[in-house]
């Protein structure tokens, strides 16, 4: 039988807020234990939430973001359950009315081509602290530092269909909120974690299979790959003669698999109501223009821009756009060098294959856009060939040139690269090398002229080799064919 | 002076003719006489305090007293103090030493106040007899047999017995009201969010309120004005300017309208305590105001709804008492759920565990729309009663509660408990003001009448019991064992 997987995705993205969303302690990450985690992070007796401005205006950024509905009035409700990390017995998050309405995301696949995912709601609400295991003897320790840390929880509609179609959500997901600046969408630091609710169908069946739900999945690799063994595991089932059960599972990375943590008979129930201490959030027409005024350009619009402005392919104008770093130091490039295509080659080729092999994030670069951009610049107007700017590039990537924008130009200059542009001298270089190779132009004379093409290479080289890489190869390949030619 | 108002103490101290170390040593000394009769007090804070007089006594001889300056008062143990025990009248909290201050207790430090201590409670503000106090019951100073009220039972007596002349306390249903009556004393409970909640311990959030005991309504309003106002820390404290509630205390009643609800004189009502209500409507008339009669026709829902709204929000405010981080745990857990369980079977009394346990449910999958749902909904008809009745009269009278103050140990079923609100716990669901004055006895035993208008209408409920004090003088009457003691 065909399978068809049903995927939705329920996305936590930590708020880059200064402060706690119910309290004024900080949200760094890192810090001692419990030294960030005051009086109302602690839930002591008589303490009350107040509710951070910021994480609001954040979280209605994102519901912009994704041209979402935003209702007028949101309310924070209290999920009640006991656990020894969460201080006050219950998690405040927003359950039945969430800050940011229906809204949709726009995920680009392999092939370039992109789909809608809907976005169900986005809702705010305050993380739990860490129980720590081990170095306790036995016990348990509980660190409340993170506890209060706003979070905006993004449920997807069941709308994914593949892993990959996932992994591109998530990724979306993460470009929207790094690009609007409210996350620093570090997933190893928790500051993005994921469920995924997986289910099964035979193919053309409307009705959804029984879903379980993955929990805190937190790299997009593991997301695939938490997927891809729930879905073998679900159709192995059936197909055995089982049910799926409706259940919450872990992903173990080690493993490789997924473990039932617990069933739909063994859940909580949460007895959610509207938490009294907060009231509810009204949010007005002019604070949303506000706040859509100020939005920056997201990779959709970016995406389409790349595509219909600077001619890239939609693969090209996919990546670029793909996290806003990477997309600010193309443009910054290509306003340099004033060559978008130029600027797309070497930010996705020679830049992106030394970020790999060093294994950099492109902020973390140690050759800046206006560098490349000087670099490119002068393979535009001649000054040297590919090969001598491949050389210029490795040299600035290990720090010469002295770290100016025009690093490049001294580099050039160091090195003496600069391109022979001048007929009369790669002429006698040209005349050189036809003459110090009588055999090879005996085999040219003899050959089909078809076949001489490939042939002609080995003179360029010659050539090259004798100008040190500074010989203009085109005007080398140009004259090599003029004369051997005219030996024929 | 322990017999005195704050009117008249903060005379004295500005003239000279006592000092507030000597006052407070006197208080503090009728404390230790009496109060192992009365336990009144949780925690007796006499070095802070004489340190607090002393402090006050200093500011004044440089000139930089207020209205309140050295006036000693006490504080219900709901309030984080400090560095000072703060139970809640609870076993669980019994370990719990406050690192912070309330919003109000540090208002009223910042105006000079002299706190003597924190006083006894029903634990967590649950209980309409202050029997429910871990620190066993307070006694009515009026009649050692009798209960104070509850639960700001303690703050009543210590008031009335003449051992500070004010006391905070916090309303929920009832529980500034129904003591201030049995015990004889004035009580204020302000509009929901005139007063900050920031760190009086929550029981039922959107119904808590601290306000004012005293002996007077005028010093009702001295203290209302320094502890009223908007709070950046509790988000449901209005931010709505502050009068001064002294101000329109001498306002003649003349033209006043009163409206008596008909429910609140109907089956229930204790003849001693309708016929001295009834007494003091005719003093009213007699000082110009019209009386007649309005309907609050949902007054019958207010304690069942109360009884769903107030037990679910304290489920989950009580949720936070798991021996995890402070108060009470349970010695040698076996592991977290043992933790869990014993630290609070051991930590809470059985009222707290009923209401737990009822709020648990009616928050339930499958209940909560048939509970919570439902009474929110009465909750709303039962404010839309008064809002209506206030487009009528000016004010709505009525007795405080259904009898004068009850024998110690004689009322064992909890619902007849309940039922001892029955005047006061709508006006908590609706979020208005109501105040309590001494307007008679039955016995020994005082009856309070209760006055109440609309939202932030502090002021003139001040005005209206303060003309009523003036014209009578049940407020000044002191129980025996206050002059015993003198």
Not at chain 1, 308 to 318: F, H, I, R, T
Not at chain 2, 57 to 71: F, H
Not at chain 2, 266 to 278: F, H, K, M, Q, T
Request: charged share 25%.
């Amino acid at each position: 039988m065909q399978w068809e997987t049903v995927i939705g995705l329920e996305v936590h993205v930590q708020l880059a807020t200064q402060s706690k969303i119910f309290s004024g302690s900080s949200t760094a990450f890192g810090a001692e234990p419990n030294t960030q985690a005051n009086a109302v992070d602690l839930g002591l007796p008589g303490v009350l939430p107040v509710l951070n401005e910021q994480a609001v205006a954040m979280a209605l950024q994102f519901g912009l973001g994704i041209n979402a509905e935003i209702p007028e009035v949101s309310v924070f409700d209290r999920k009640n359950y006991f656990y020894p990390d969460l201080p006050k017995g219950y998690q405040t998050s927003q359950m039945y009315e969430p800050i940011v309405g229906r809204g949709e995301v726009e995920i680009l696949l392999d092939d370039g081509s992109a789909r809608v995912i809907r976005v169900h709601h986005a809702h705010l609400e305050e993380d739990a602290g860490k129980s720590l295991h081990e170095d306790f003897h036995g016990m348990t320790g509980i660190d409340l530092n993170r506890a209060g840390t706003p979070l905006l929880e993004i449920v997807s509609e069941p709308d994914m269909r593949s892993a990959k179609e996932a992994v591109a959500y998530l990724r979306a997901i993460h470009s929207i909120v790094t690009y609007l600046g409210i996350s620093d969408g570090n997933m190893a630091e928790g500051s993005m974690r994921c469920d995924v609710n997986v289910s099964v169908r035979p193919k053309g069946q409307e009705e959804f299979g029984t879903r379980a739900e993955i929990k805190n999945v937190n790299s997009f690799r593991f997301v695939e790959r938490a997927i891809a063994y729930e879905v073998e595991r679900q159709v192995e089932l059936i197909e055995d003669g089982g049910k799926v059960v409706q259940e919450t599972r872990l992903y173990d990375p080690e493993a490789d698999e997924t473990r039932s943590m617990r069933t739909k008979e063994e859940a909580n129930d949460y007895r959610y109501f509207p938490c009294p201490d907060l009231l509810p959030v009204m949010v007005d027409s002019a604070y949303i223009d506000h706040l859509r005024e100020s939005l920056p350009e997201l990779p959709a619009e970016k995406r389409a821009r790349f595509q219909d402005e600077l001619g890239l392919s939609a693969y090209d104008a996919g990546v670029l756009s793909s996290s806003r770093a990477m997309a600010e130091y193309f443009e910054r490039t290509k306003d340099v060098c004033g060559d978008a295509k130029q600027a797309a080659n070497w930010v996705q080729g020679e830049l992106s294959g030394a970020l790999n092999r060093d294994a950099l994030d492109i902020s973390d670069s140690p050759i800046n856009a206006d560098q490349l951009g000087e670099l490119i610049k002068r393979v535009i107007d001649n000054t040297i060939n590919g090969k001598a700017a491949k050389q210029v590039f490795q040299a600035l990537w290990n720090g010469e040139g002295g770290g100016e924008n025009n690093s490049a130009d001294a580099i050039i200059e160091a090195r003496g690269l600069k391109q022979v542009t001048d007929t009369g001298a790669i002429d006698a270089m040209v005349e050189q090398v036809i003459a110090d190779s009588p055999a090879q132009v005996a085999q040219y004379r003899d050959a089909e002229p078809d076949k001489r093409g490939k042939m002609i290479g080995y003179f360029v080289g010659q050539v090259m080799k004798a100008s040190r890489g500074t010989a203009n190869p085109q005007q080398v390949n140009t004259l090599l064919k003029e004369k051997l030619d005219a030996l024929c | 002076m322990h017999d005195k108002t704050i009117t008249e103490i903060a005379g004295a101290l500005a003239a000279g003719t006592i000092s507030s170390r000597e006052l407070t040593q006197d208080l503090l000394g009728r404390i230790d006489r009496m109060d192992g009769q009365l336990n009144s007090f949780i925690t007796v804070t006499a070095e802070q305090a004489l340190s607090a007089a002393d402090h006050a006594d200093q500011q004044r001889a440089n000139g930089q007293a207020g209205p309140l300056t050295g006036v000693p008062l006490a504080i219900k143990d709901i309030f984080c103090t400090q560095g000072v025990k703060t139970s809640c009248g609870s076993k669980m909290l019994d370990n719990f030493i406050a690192p912070y201050d309330a919003t109000v207790v540090s208002k009223l430090r910042a105006a000079g106040t002299v706190s003597l201590g924190k006083t006894n409670m029903d634990e967590f503000a649950m209980g309409s007899s202050n029997e429910n106090s871990f620190y066993g019951p307070v006694k009515n100073p009026w009649d050692l047999t009798a209960v104070p009220g509850g639960s700001s039972g303690g703050s009543a007596a210590a008031v009335a017995a003449g051992l500070v002349p004010a006391a905070l306390g916090t309303d929920t249903g009832g529980s500034i009201r129904q003591p201030a009556a049995f015990c004889g004393i004035t009580g204020l409970k302000p509009t929901y969010g005139r007063v900050s909640r920031y760190g009086m311990v929550a029981y039922a959030s959107s119904l808590d309120q601290g306000g004012p005991m005293a002996r007077s309504a005028a010093d009702c309003g001295l203290l209302l004005n320094a502890i009223a106002g908007h709070d950046a820390r509790d988000s449901t404290s209005v931010a709505r300017v502050v009068p001064d509630y002294t101000e329109e205390l001498d306002a003649p009643l003349a033209g006043l309208k009163i409206g008596l609800p008909r429910e609140y004189f109907g089956d229930g009502l204790d003849p001693s305590v309708e016929s001295a209500i009834r007494d003091a409507i005719k003093v009213f008339e007699s000082l110009g105001a019209s009386v007649r009669e309005v309907s609050l026709p949902h007054t019958s829902y207010a304690i069942p709804a109360y009884y769903v709204i107030a037990p679910a929000e304290a489920s989950s405010n009580l949720s936070r008492y798991d021996g995890v981080r402070f108060g009470h745990r349970c010695d040698n857990p076996s592991d977290l759920i043992d933790l869990y369980k014993r630290s609070r079977a051991e930590g809470f009394g059985d009222e707290v565990k009923r209401r737990i346990l009822i709020g648990t449910h009616t928050l339930s999958e499958g209940f909560f729309d048939a509970y919570y749902k439902k009474a929110q909904q009465v909750r709303r008809l039962i404010r839309q009663d008064f809002l209506d009745a206030f487009e009528e009269v000016d004010v709505l009278m009525g007795p405080a509660a259904p009898t004068p103050a009850f024998d110690l140990g004689a009322t064992k079923d909890p619902v007849s408990m309940y039922l001892q609100d029955i005047y006061t716990i709508a006006i908590n669901l609706a979020g208005i003001p109501g105040i309590s004055v001494p307007a008679g006895f039955s016995g020994k035993r005082p009856v309070g009448l209760q006055i109440l208008g609309t939202h932030f209408a502090e002021a003139r409920l001040l005005n209206v019991a303060h003309q009523f004090q003036q014209a009578t003088d049940w407020h000044l009457r002191r129980p025996e064992i206050a002059e015993e003691n003198a």
